[in-house]
């Protein structure tokens, strides 16, 4: 039992505090009141969360993916860096914690929630928190709006997946190539193909940017490229064939060494994508149909595949990592946008946006690169994206005395 955590009866108490940053919603704990790495603190973690449990019912779980995570936060102990932040993805259904990843969207949380513990000196206008995310050994700046001493709440930003408006926090992950493979292209392809069991072919693109992902095109294993969480999950036969895609990519990147075990050793890694040209759509609700989605608005569509169910929204490092690849000629997604007609602003290296269809509605995101065709494929000026973040609750979390040990 640690020093900081408190006994009440038959049960421990845990500091903690329950954040939204950005589509996600998580758990946040401090370094200090866990134990080092290792199956304790797995164990401390998903009974914290309430997993195995498709309900999640015995703690602080939402039952979906985006409200299944946690944060872990403390000084740093590099001199480049203010905050250490450890990013967890805890299963719902089965028995699995991955620390393999970082999430942006959680991301956006952790340098309001740090300024606000007093664990960065808060500057006038906007604080700038210099954050390494100890999953991928990365270092990110999230840029943090003020007001009264504190993260300020109130602004003007809107994010699709997200009532109302906030104060815009805007997440630089420039920094941030190669996060898991030391390469851009861990392949050196802009393309490869990949061999299914049932004989057939399928192009993929395989990028590494903030977080490792690999890219197919939609129609290739005959998709729309519009479908919607429930379309996918409800779709067994296709679930698998996309968890053979992912396994398959996970050995293409070396996260495992036998693509039949990557449920085990490479649940999240690689983030997997299917890209499609932009068209209009409905929005994905989880209580209705949801509004037009306008083709319009957007560079591309693209859904996320990750741990066997479809992304709601979109992940915030899978964002940067997407348009690291829309930027690289060759790649899938580069040859997407350049043929659907949206290339026309893009060709340019000062081209400053993409935009991406998800199920929830679009994500505009920084991306303004400054050459090509080097050994990283695209040098970038700034690989950015805005979110929204707000503290919901701070309190104690209590978990059984016999957990402590599990």
């Not at 941030?176 to 030391?182: F, Q, R, S, V, Y």
Request: proline residues 5%; negative net charge; hydrophobic residues 40%.
């Amino acid at each position: 039992m640690l020093s900081s955590w408190s006994r009440v009866g038959e049960q421990i108490g845990i500091r903690c505090s329950i954040v939204r940053g950005g589509t996600s919603k998580g758990v946040f704990l401090m370094e200090d009141d866990l134990p080092p790495p290792g199956s304790e603190r797995d164990a401390l973690v998903k009974r914290i969360m309430g997993t195995p449990d498709p309900m999640q019912i015995d703690g602080l779980g939402g039952t979906h993916l985006i409200t299944s995570k946690v944060a872990v936060i403390g000084k740093s102990k590099s001199p480049d860096a203010d905050i250490d932040y450890t990013f967890a993805q805890i299963d719902i259904e089965r028995d699995i914690i991955d620390w393999e990843a970082n999430c942006g969207n959680i991301s956006a949380g952790v340098g309001p929630f740090s300024i606000d513990a007093d664990l960065v000196a808060a500057a006038d206008d906007v604080t700038n928190v210099r954050i390494r995310n100890i999953n991928t050994g990365k270092n990110f700046i999230a840029r943090v709006p003020m007001a009264e001493g504190h993260a300020a709440v109130h602004g003007d930003c809107e994010i699709d997946g997200v009532p109302g408006t906030g104060a815009e926090v805007l997440l630089d992950f420039v920094d941030t190539p190669g996060a898991k493979t030391g390469k851009v292209l861990p392949t050196g392809n802009t393309k490869d193909i990949m061999v299914l069991e049932d004989g057939s072919e399928i192009e993929v693109s395989l990028c590494d940017y903030a977080n490792p992902a690999l890219f197919f095109r939609a129609e290739d294993i005959g998709m729309r490229g519009d479908e919607g969480p429930k379309d996918l999950n409800n779709d067994h036969e296709l679930v698998e064939r996309i968890a053979e895609i992912h396994a398959k990519g996970a050995q293409m990147f070396g996260f495992t060494d036998d693509w039949r075990r990557a449920d085990e050793t490479s649940a999240l890694l690689p983030l997997t994508f299917f890209v499609s040209p932009p068209t209009d759509y409905k929005s994905y609700s989880l209580h209705d149909a949801g509004d037009i989605v306008n083709g319009a608005d957007m560079d591309f569509k693209s859904r996320l595949y990750f741990m066997r169910k479809c992304h709601e929204r979109y992940p915030g490092t899978g964002s940067m990592v997407t348009a690291a690849a829309s930027r690289i000629p060759g790649t899938l997604v580069n040859d997407i946008v350049i043929a659907s007609g949206a290339e026309h602003r893009n060709r340019v290296p000062t081209a400053k946006h993409m935009r991406v269809g998800h199920p929830g509605g679009t994500m505009t995101v920084q991306a303004i690169a400054k050459s090509a065709n080097n050994e990283l494929g695209v040098e970038f000026e700034s690989l950015a994206f805005p979110r929204t973040a707000r503290k919901i609750m701070d309190g104690t979390v209590y978990v059984p005395a016999i957990a402590e040990c599990s």
